[in-house]
């Protein structure tokens, strides 16, 4: 419906009011053919009804009405009219592609939110201010809460279950894979590429890293059995394959690790050696992955399949 032609300013052309409802064009729509224009929400409840045009019944649909012409809408802008708050004693007088943005903050609006003045901090229509009762409203919100968490927590409880069930299905297909790679040499070179296409994948997700500080190393980390934990956890939210981290974890000892950096003696005559490592930051940790898929172009003895760890007390970046 359209906008009540007693509230303008003056009088109104004739082409300016819909002929559905005989109020002030609001959101104009126009016939394709006769340019007949109506209410948006006025024209579209007629051709729900019957699909032609209300002035000369020419055959029209939803789909074929366009926009007004510039000029119409510019004639419908320059209107003046009352606010809608006027019956509440609004005295302004607005030009109709202002009357929104004054309703909005109409101080005369009864639906304007205001803040409730009693302590609990709700925003609340005008009108309601009086049958306010904060009590109510706070406990009202707090069952919304409630109500939600409880959704939010079956939604995460059914997350966990399909990812469980994912896991699982996986795991199965690489038992299945393990089998047949077992029992068929060809099947067994291509499982292995793909684990190695998997295993490149992985570590071209992590950022590269810059060692400061080699010589914070720390070749013995199962003495610090907290340390070796966080290590394997980021590992495993960082999207590391699952079949690496326990070798990767293993090779983060020096009893593990090539002849080139077997003892710390050997370790300090190749400390040159250590710049040219491709190194990529384990995320949040003092340490980095020095995969074998990255630094092929290392000398056999500085590295390891799939690779080594390297945790240092400081120096990483």
Request: proline share 7%.
């Amino acid at each position: 419906m359209g906008i009540e032609i007693n509230r303008f300013q003056g009088e109104v052309d004739e082409e300016l009011l819909c002929p559905i409802c005989s109020s002030v064009l609001e959101n104009p729509l126009q016939a394709p053919n006769c340019e007949h224009a109506f209410c948006s929400a006025c024209i579209h409840e007629w051709l729900s009804r019957q699909p032609t045009c209300p002035v000369d019944r020419q055959n029209i649909t939803p789909p074929q009405l366009r926009p007004v012409p510039r000029i119409l809408r510019n004639l419908l802008y320059r209107l003046q009219l009352t606010c809608d708050n006027s019956v509440y004693g609004c005295t302004a007088i607005l030009k109709l592609d202002a009357l929104d943005s004054h309703v909005q903050e109409c101080e005369f609006n009864p639906k304007r939110p205001v803040p409730c003045e009693l302590g609990c901090g709700l925003v609340v229509p005008k009108d309601e201010l009086k049958e306010h009762n904060c009590v109510r409203e706070l406990r009202s919100l707090m069952q919304a809460q409630q109500t939600k968490l409880v959704e939010v927590q079956a939604e995460v409880a059914e997350g966990k279950f399909q990812m469980s069930e994912q896991k699982r299905e996986l795991q199965l297909l690489k038992d299945y894979m393990l089998a047949m790679r077992n029992a068929n040499p060809s099947l067994r070179i291509l499982a292995d590429q793909m684990e190695a296409d998997e295993v490149r994948r992985w570590a071209e997700t992590l950022p590269k890293a810059r060692v400061l500080r080699w010589g914070g190393m720390i070749s013995t980390p199962d003495t610090v059995l907290q340390l070796q934990a966080m290590i394997k956890r980021a590992l495993s939210e960082s999207g590391c394959p699952p079949h690496i981290i326990q070798d990767l974890m293993e090779n983060a000892h020096e009893r593990r690790w090539p002849t080139g950096l077997s003892s710390l003696e050997i370790r300090q005559l190749n400390r040159r050696q250590y710049e040219n490592y491709v190194c990529r930051r384990i995320p949040g940790k003092q340490a980095v992955a020095v995969m074998a898929c990255d630094n092929g172009h290392m000398n056999p003895d500085m590295i390891l399949e799939p690779g080594l760890i390297m945790i240092f007390a400081h120096g990483v970046e």
